[in-house]
């Protein structure tokens, strides 16, 4: 028996599939060099940042607690390693020789930096004055913001109470005011309270501090 057979034609190959290319994308010359700049800046804005970060240099502080003015000494003072901070006037420790000796014109406390804002040549409280503590509660001073260390101001004293049963017509004549200088200030120990050193006239120290004592008195900005 035989087997007839037949030969199939081979298929011919398929075209290959044209694949649609893209144009190559241009980059213009501005926009390579905007890039490098961009790169060069953040490099060095980092290197800024890291160098600024491990810059340490040595302040006076403070390491026993010194009152306001009091003369200040040198084993009153430590020296300290701190980074800088923007806003912050610390004195180098190369210029104890500069500090040694002044007074404090407020209390120092340990581990705070030193300013020159906070010494002087001058002794306090001066010739002639004396150094009187006030509490005052926020509504008989100015904000703190307006009366930092140093500001002039008045000191109004509240006519004392008369006795019960008492009669008579209202003062009509302005209240007595002192002028003084603030020397000191801390937190009080009520909220809302404030504790004030301030200098004033000899003569008129016993009277702030009796007013102070009956709290009598207000505080308000002297003018220039």
Do not use: C
């Amino acid at each position: 028996m035989s087997i007839a057979t037949t030969n199939t034609p081979a298929r011919a190959p398929l075209p290959p599939i044209g694949v649609a290319r893209s144009a190559p994308r241009r980059r213009s010359w501005a926009q390579g060099s905007l890039a490098v700049l961009l790169i060069v800046l953040g490099a060095l804005t980092a290197g800024y940042v890291v160098m600024r970060m491990g810059s340490t240099h040595d302040f006076l502080a403070v390491g026993v607690p010194v009152g306001a003015g009091a003369e200040i000494r040198a084993a009153d003072l430590v020296i300290v390693r701190v980074n800088d901070a923007a806003g912050l006037k610390p004195i180098p420790a190369e210029q104890a020789a500069n500090v040694v000796g002044k007074r404090a014109l407020m209390a120092l406390v340990p581990g705070s930096l030193i300013t020159m804002d906070q010494i002087t040549d001058t002794p306090v409280p001066g010739p002639g004055m004396e150094l009187v503590g006030i509490a005052l509660d926020e509504d008989r001073m100015p904000t703190l913001s307006r009366i930092p260390v140093g500001a002039s101001v008045l000191i109004v004293l509240k006519p004392a109470d008369r006795p019960a049963g008492e009669a008579g017509t209202p003062e009509l004549v302005p209240p007595r005011t002192i002028t003084a200088k603030i020397i000191d200030r801390i937190a009080g120990t009520k909220v809302g309270q404030t504790i004030l050193n301030v200098e004033v006239a000899t003569a008129d120290a016993p009277t702030v501090a009796l007013a102070a004592a009956d709290k009598r008195l207000v505080l308000t900005l002297d003018g220039p």
